[in-house]
């Protein structure tokens, strides 16, 4: 008996024995490799994960998912070039991914490598919106008259005969009606959205402007019913210049009335007598680069005036019948919108055409705009309607959209960052959970939403980067005054961490967290540098902070001067690529000018920062409320998994779907989850 269990024992090793041989020990060291790399690249480590990406490559020449996201790190870390040369070797082998495709055109278009043979000038028709349906629905609006926008790209359509004003987004959902029971507003004709938001309400039977504030309460009413100075009869129009001075068209004296926007009235124009700038008619008003463009009805013209209601010239008088408002273009044309037509005005060609995209649907076009992503929209008092047109070449474009990191440490809770752009480089906005579908290893998953994409737009991560060098010490007080500045000025939710540039590597002076004091003792240490590494600096103070959930910004103090060793071991352009890449904003404190002013601009530009020249900037003081105020572009979309993972060791994908006003873009990424 025993004999036979020793043999029965024998036999069953040599089986384990036998399956060991046949297990592929370089496919699992190159799933080994490809799990550091994937868990790196979601901490953000992304010298780290390529680092392993190329392990597991070393193990699996083959390992297609490994060379995706080895091209990933580097587009993450900076090094677009290689991200290119990865994706394309993996084209040429014969991987096929809609979504890699995409990338590669993005990048090549990105460094101008791919140009637009002509500008498509042609406007569709994107949407055709009634105001009112039928007796039981209740209408979005009755009679529109003024529509205007605000800084989150909504919509704010003034509805003559229901006595509100509609806020609608993008996605045309309405967000909240504007109405007011005392005073009450009874026909409002023309509507503004200062910085503030605040709404402007011309009541034209009123014959004031209102002032109302979210909550529907009037904060002030402005004018009067008279024909005295500041006195209005029938008041349309509004506009609000960049100072946010406030014009009404004011139809019954046909001038125009200028006020502050607190109300204080302050000149009118438009009332020459006998002259090219008396006013017959005065409808829609247009602010453009210092100059006041109003759309005369009766006289078929568009009337020029500077912001101090000097006339300066007329235009379209040969072309238009009964113009009502008028409007640019992001391809920077006149729009002009007249009873029945949308006329084309291109100034510098001295061009004129008719738009025909919305074919004979006008009756009385009233009011036209132009949003944020270059649509055109327009109002029809009489049937009702509000129309939206596209550039046809944008309607059709895909999106690129990018899964830049997955957060999945308390998994089954994932959220992930992702961006979204379109073919100019320029982010949509308005796009929420409604526009996005989520796939996870193949199944749908239902959406929590993107709520914190505002917790994280909240929270600002500023590095400041200290040029040490010696021509800097010489003004050390000056810089001090101004990071007091800053730093008194900053909210609660603003962290600060102070980086000194070197000779050698650069130093973390003050981490997050320092108190103001301690980083403005920093300033004083009394060791400098002949040349330092910007560039270097810049690549550490970012990797530093790229961990942290929040908005992140570069603030690089220098004086503007050539030391031989700038951007040594991270390059002009991997700088830039690095930092957008990984939504960081760079803004560049110069206290000189020199050859090397220029790289400085064009850095701040291409990251969407913003550069200044000490002591000819009188904003500076305001950078950190700047910096508060702004918005990142990268999106938090959060779900539940519904996945399962043994040990956390098994890979689990993500496909995100983009749809949004006929645009669509995909995206793919993996994640392992926390352990």
Not at 421 to 437: H, Y
Not at 654 to 662: K, L, M, S, T, V
Request: one cysteine or more.
């Amino acid at each position: 008996m025993k004999k036979n269990i020793f043999i029965f024992i024998y036999i069953c090793l040599g089986f384990s024995l036998f399956a060991v041989n046949e297990i592929d020990l370089d496919y699992e060291y190159s799933l080994e490799y490809f799990q550091k790399g994937i868990r790196a690249f979601h901490n953000t480590e992304y010298e780290l994960a390529i680092m392993n990406f190329l392990k597991s490559l070393g193990y699996k020449e083959n390992n297609h998912k490994a060379r995706y996201f080895l091209g990933e790190a580097y587009r993450k870390a900076g090094y677009e070039e290689n991200a290119l040369f990865v994706w394309n070797s993996l084209l040429s082998i014969g991987y096929e991914d809609k979504s890699l495709k995409n990338k590669i055109s993005y990048l090549y278009h990105k460094r101008g490598m791919l140009t637009d043979i002509y500008i498509d000038k042609d406007y569709i028709l994107k949407e055709d919106i009634k105001g009112y349906y039928n007796d039981k629905t209740i209408p979005l609006f009755l009679k529109p008259s003024q529509i205007t926008i605000d800084r989150n790209n909504h919509y704010y359509i003034a509805s003559f005969l229901t006595g509100m004003v509609a806020e609608i987004d993008q996605n045309f959902k309405i967000v909240r009606n504007y109405t007011s029971p005392y005073p009450k507003i009874e026909k409002p004709f023309g509507v503004a959205v200062d910085k503030d938001g605040f709404v402007y309400i011309s009541d034209f039977k009123n014959d004031v402007v209102l002032k109302m504030n979210k909550l529907n309460i009037i904060e002030k009413q402005i004018g009067f019913k008279g024909i005295g100075e500041g006195g209005l009869l029938g008041p349309k129009y509004l506009l609000l210049d960049d100072d946010e001075n406030l014009y009404v068209s004011d139809s019954g004296n046909n001038r125009i009335n200028k006020y502050k926007k607190d109300g204080e009235f302050l000149f009118s124009f438009g009332t020459e007598k006998d002259g090219d700038g008396d006013l017959k008619s005065p409808s829609g008003i247009f602010y453009d680069n210092g100059k006041i463009y109003v759309c005369d009805r009766d006289t078929n013209r568009v009337v020029v005036f500077d912001k101090s209601g000097n006339y300066l010239n007329y235009f379209g008088d040969q072309n238009l019948s009964e113009p009502y408002d008028i409007t640019k273009d992001k391809l920077g044309r006149f729009l002009i919108l007249c009873k029945d037509k949308l006329w084309a005005y291109e100034e510098d060609n001295s061009l004129w055409y008719i738009i025909d995209a919305i074919g004979d649907r006008l009756q009385r076009g009233t009011s036209i705009i132009t949003d944020i992503e270059g649509n055109i929209l327009l109002t029809d008092f009489n049937s009702g309607r509000l129309l939206a047109l596209a550039l046809e070449r944008h309607r059709y474009s895909n999106l690129n959209v990018n899964i830049e990191r997955v957060y999945s440490q308390k998994f089954k809770e994932v959220h992930f960052t992702m961006t979204i752009e379109n073919d100019d480089g320029v982010n949509p906005t308005g796009i929420n959970a409604s526009n996005i579908v989520v796939y996870e290893n193949g199944k749908i998953v239902p959406l929590i939403g993107t709520s914190f994409t505002e917790e994280k737009n909240s929270i600002s991560d500023i590095t400041i980067i200290y040029d040490k060098t010696k021509n800097m010490a010489r003004v050390k007080d000056d810089i001090k005054i101004t990071v007091d500045k800053w730093i008194k000025s900053m909210n609660k939710k603003t962290n600060v961490c102070l980086v000194s540039a070197n000779e050698d590597n650069p130093i973390i002076e003050n981490d997050f967290g320092s108190g103001r004091l301690s980083i403005l003792d920093s300033f004083d240490e009394k060791s400098s540098s002949s040349y330092t590494d910007k560039g270097f600096a810049i690549k550490f103070g970012s990797y530093h902070m790229l961990n942290r959930f929040s908005k992140k910004s570069i603030i690089l103090i220098t004086d503007g001067g050539e030391t031989g060793k700038d951007f040594e071991k991270f390059k002009i352009d991997d700088c830039i690529n690095f930092a957008n890449n990984n939504d960081i904003k760079i803004y560049v404190m110069s206290f000189g000018d020199s050859g090397f002013s220029e790289i400085y601009k064009y850095m701040a530009k291409k990251t969407g920062g913003d550069y200044y020249r000490v002591y000819k900037r009188s904003d500076l003081q305001d950078l950190f409320k700047k910096i508060e105020n702004s918005k990142g572009r990268e999106m938090v979309v959060s779900y539940k998994s519904r996945s399962t993972s043994r040990f956390g060791d098994e890979p689990i994908s993500i496909y995100a779907e983009i749809n949004y006003n006929g645009m669509k873009g995909i995206a793919t990424s993996t994640y392992y989850p926390g352990r």
